[in-house]
C-alpha cells in the first residue's frame, strides 16, 4: 500500500512531497476518530521494548533524527505512528530561511537522499511556544507513555564561529523548560564553516558553557553531541576525552556524510549531478556503523549512544544494538520504508 504512495509522492520534488505527506497526515489526525484508527494500526505495543536511559523512559527504542520535524508541527502525526521518541531542530536563535531550492534529492537506485537544507527553521521562540503547547497537552501523560522530545540545538549561518558557543547557550535555555534531553548540533554539513567546531577547542568552549549552565539548574538536562560519519580517528579520540571530562550525558552517532565513494557507479553520476550536501541513507550504514563501533569504544561503553544510519528494518537496527547503541534514529528509511517502520523495527528487536 505504501510503495503505491510512494510512487504518487516520488512524482513531486522531494521537499514538496515531505510537506504534502506530513500535512496530510495532519488533516487526518485533526479527527480524533482517525488519530485513534492509525495509532492502533502503527504504534508498537509491549513493555519489553521501554528503554530507561538517564531516569527517563522510552516506551520504545525507536526515533525519528532532527531535521525531519524541524518545528515541532507535526509531533501529533509522529506520535500516532509510534515513534518512541522525536528529535526536533536544528533549532537556530534567529529564524533563517536556508540554502536555496531545490535542496532535498532522492537517489532511489541505492535508496538514498541527498540533503543541503542549511538549518532552516523558524527559531527557537516559535518552536519553543509550539513545544510548551504540545507539553501542557500532554502534562497529565505518564511518562512511561509519552513520546520522548529532544532539542537539537545549532548555531545561525552568520554567526561567525568563535562566537557560536552564544547561539548554543540562547538555544539551551530557551528550550530548557520543553524539551526532554538536548543534542549539540555541530556535525551537519550544510552550514558553511560548522564542522570545524568539531575540533577540540571549539567543542570545549561550547559543551563546557552548556554543561556548566545545565549543573546549576535543579534538575539537569541530558546533554548529548552530534557527530559526523567522516571523523578522523584523532577527532574520535578527542570527542571521547571530551565526552569524559565535559560529563556529556550521550553521543548521536552520526550525522550524513560528505563522501560519495558508498554510492554505486549510477548513483555517483547523480550525486555529482545534484552537488554539495549531506549523504543519508542504506549507502551510509557501513561507514555510521564504524563510527558507532569506534565511539561505543573509545567510550568504554560508558555512554548511550543514538545510532542513526542506514537504519531500514529490524536487522539494521539489531546491528546497531549489537554495536553498542542504546537507541536508534530513522530519518530516511521512513522515506522510503513508510509509516509502518516503527512497528517493524520493534517487531524484530
Avoid at 520535524?69 to 509522529?78: F, G, S
Avoid at 524539551?179 to 559543551?207: A, C, H, M, W
Amino acid at each position: 500500500m505504501y510503495s503505491f504512495f510512494r510512487d504518487i509522492l516520488f512524482l513531486l520534488e522531494a521537499e514538496n512531497a515531505h510537506y504534502v505527506s506530513m500535512n496530510l497526515l495532519k488533516r487526518i489526525c485533526s479527527v480524533g476518530l482517525f488519530k485513534a484508527l492509525i495509532s492502533y494500526i502503527f504504534t508498537p505495543k509491549g513493555e519489553t521494548l521501554k528503554r530507561e536511559i538517564w531516569g527517563i523512559t522510552f516506551k520504545n527504542p525507536v526515533g525519528l533524527g532532527a531535521g525531519f520535524d524541524k518545528n515541532a508541527v507535526y509531533l501529533r502525526e509522529l506520535e500516532a505512528l509510534g515513534f518512541g521518541f522525536v528529535e526536533i531542530g536544528t533549532a537556530t536563535p534567529l529564524p533563517q530561511k536556508g540554502n536555496d531550492k531545490p535542496r532535498l534529492f532522492r537517489i532511489k537506485s541505492d535508496k538514498a537522499l541527498i540533503n543541503r537544507m542549511g538549518f532552516n527553521n523558524d527559531g527557537v521562540q516559535s518552536i519553543k511556544k509550539r513545544l510548551a503547547q504540545w507539553k501542557e497537552k500532554n502534562i497529565t501523560t505518564p511518562i512511561s507513555k509519552r513520546m520522548i522530545i529532544g532539542g537539537n540545538i545549532g548555531k545561525n549561518k552568520n554567526t561567525p564561529n568563535e562566537e557560536a558557543w552564544k547561539d548554543y547557550e540562547i538555544c539551551f535555555n530557551e528550550l530548557f523548560d520543553v524539551v526532554d534531553y538536548f543534542v549539540v548540533n555541530v556535525s551537519s554539513p550544510n552550514t558553511p564553516g560548522l564542522r570545524e567546531l568539531q575540533e577540540k577547542d571549539s567543542l570545549l568552549k561550547i559543551l563546557g558553557t552548556l554543561q556548566e549552565n545545565n549543573k546549576k539548574r535543579p534538575t539537569p538536562k541530558p546533554l548529548l553531541l552530534k557527530i559526523a560519519p567522516d571523523l578522523t580517528n584523532e577527532q574520535l579520540q578527542d570527542i571521547a576525552e571530551i565526552a569524559s571530562s565535559i560529563g556529556l550525558d550521550g553521543i548521536v552517532s552520526s550525522n550524513t556524510t560528505i563522501s560519495r565513494e558508498v554510492l554505486s557507479a549510477e548513483a555517483k553520476q547523480k550525486a555529482d549531478q545534484i552537488g554539495m550536501g549531506g549523504l543519508s541513507g542504506m549507502p551510509l550504514k557501513s561507514n555510521a556503523d564504524f563510527i558507532l563501533k569506534e565511539i561505543f569504544a573509545l567510550t568504554n561503553g560508558n555512554i548511550p549512544i543514538l545510532a542513526s544510519g542506514g537504519i531500514f528494518n529490524g536487522e539494521d537496527a539489531n546491528s546497531k544494538f549489537k554495536l553498542g547503541a542504546s537507541l536508534v534514529q530513522v530519518w530516511t528509511g521512513f522515506i522510503y520504508e513508510g509509516p509502518s517502520i516503527v512497528k517493524k523495527i520493534c517487531k524484530k528487536i
